[in-house]
């Protein structure tokens, strides 16, 4: 069964810094991986799919990077600002049914 | 504005009771989802449905029943035999199987016990 896994499960860091978030799983059978945001009870909005077939994808300071062979995923905010601050969850989709297995997540916090 | 609209946003339910929560969705999409997420957890499957009149357990089904009567419409019942149900509930929605889309998510319902 696919598990996985995200280290640290909470972050702080001063704003400016680049953020590097981390993601690992179990299984490299994937069909794709995304990356979601959360704030405090609040439901998921999706920030960046990366499907098997890539290495990466880009969207404005937010990179992803996907390496199936090591089960590993990593997210990349470039300049963090305070309004960054949340809960980042990764998600694996096994097959082309959508069903997803999350990580626990990374709470974020960037301090002014 | 396209969108998956869940309420209550919070429920309490008694002893024996059962409780619906409702997930309704304009995006037009084919596949909707249950996720049920615990503190400090991440989320986990209870229910989805790719097309109206189907719909499969997750890996958390017992205590959970649904249907799917409507494309736009996927409600989840939390019956009297979940017997640990207070968690913040989440409905998303994708274009269908497939689609390598991003599934789109409500805000939620936070059910608690009386």
């Known amino acids: 069964k696919q598990e996985v896994t995200q280290i640290p499960a ?26 979601f945001r959360q704030d405090p009870g609040k439901g998921l909005t999706s920030l960046l799919l990366i ?3 890539q290495r ?5 300071r937010l990179n992803a990077s996907l390496d199936k062979s090591s089960g590993r995923s990593t997210l990349y905010i470039a300049a963090s600002q305070p309004g960054d601050s949340a809960t980042y969850l990764c998600a694996v989709s096994s097959d082309s049914w959508g069903k997803l297995q999350f990580g626990a997540g990374t709470q974020v916090v960037v301090t002014p | 504005d396209g969108g998956i609209t869940q309420s209550p946003k919070y429920l309490f339910r008694k002893e024996g009771q059962n409780v619906t929560l409702s997930c309704e969705q304009n995006l037009n999409h084919d596949a909707m989802y249950w996720y049920r997420q615990d503190p400090g957890q991440g989320l ?15 890996d958390i089904a017992e205590g ?11 409600p989840l019942t939390v019956t009297s035999a979940q017997k640990n149900p207070t968690a913040f509930y989440l409905c998303a929605s994708s274009v269908g199987q497939g689609d390598n889309q991003p599934q789109h998510f409500g805000d939620g319902t936070r059910l608690s016990i009386l």
Do not use: H
Request: charged content about 20%.
């Open chain 2, 64 to 74: 959970y029943s649904v249907s799917r009567e409507k494309k736009e419409s996927f």
């Open chain 2, 44 to 58: 986990r499957l209870i229910y989805y449905s790719q097309i109206v009149n189907d719909f499969q357990k997750g």
């Open chain 1, 10 to 35: 909470a972050l702080s860091v001063p704003e400016g810094e680049n953020l590097v978030l981390n993601c690992s799983f179990t299984d490299s059978a994937i069909y794709n991986l995304q990356w």
């Open chain 1, 56 to 60: 990466e994808q880009t969207s404005g």
């Open chain 1, 51 to 53: 499907q098997s077939s």
